[in-house]
């Protein structure tokens, strides 16, 4: 059995967008196209920036550490694999249909990179079980 550590967020909204975590988990391609939402402090005092995808709609949380991070509801977050992170993040609609073949060559290269780093098993300290076990990218060439 796995140990997972959900995680509450609390404290007052942080006004200041850090770029920082972003650029340091995808290729600076992959970037432009995200906007800085909002950041969350949690109860261990670490900041998670919520960055939201214009096209696809979809979240990218990541920590200073370059973790990522899921939203499960009510201020409670859970640490998520760094390839399950941007397989969310990237809609295979966007992927098939609107991004162009630098950024699918981009997404590939997260994705290796993604792995290569150990999906953030090892900063965890255990095992991340996937969040998204049918995801449509584990199929494409």
């Known amino acids: 059995m796995y140990d997972e550590v959900i995680v509450t967020g609390y404290g007052a909204a942080i006004d200041e967008p850090d770029w920082r975590p972003l650029e340091a988990f995808l290729p600076l391609e992959l970037c432009g196209p ?10 261990d005092e670490r900041e998670l920036q919520a960055y939201k995808h214009s096209m696809t709609r979809r979240y990218l949380l990541l920590d200073a550490d370059g973790d990522s991070y899921e939203d499960l509801d009510h201020g409670r977050f859970r640490r998520m694999r760094h390839s399950d992170a941007i397989e969310q993040a990237f809609s295979v609609h966007w992927l098939l249909n609107h991004a162009s073949e630098e950024e699918r060559d981009a997404v590939r290269r997260a994705l290796v990179a993604a792995c290569a780093r150990g999906d953030g098993d090892v900063a965890a300290g255990a095992h991340i079980l996937p969040s998204s076990p049918a995801c449509g990218f584990r199929t494409l060439p």
């Not at 995200?34 to 109860?43: P, R, S």
């Open 34 to 43: 995200f906007m800085w939402m909002h950041a969350v402090e949690l109860e």
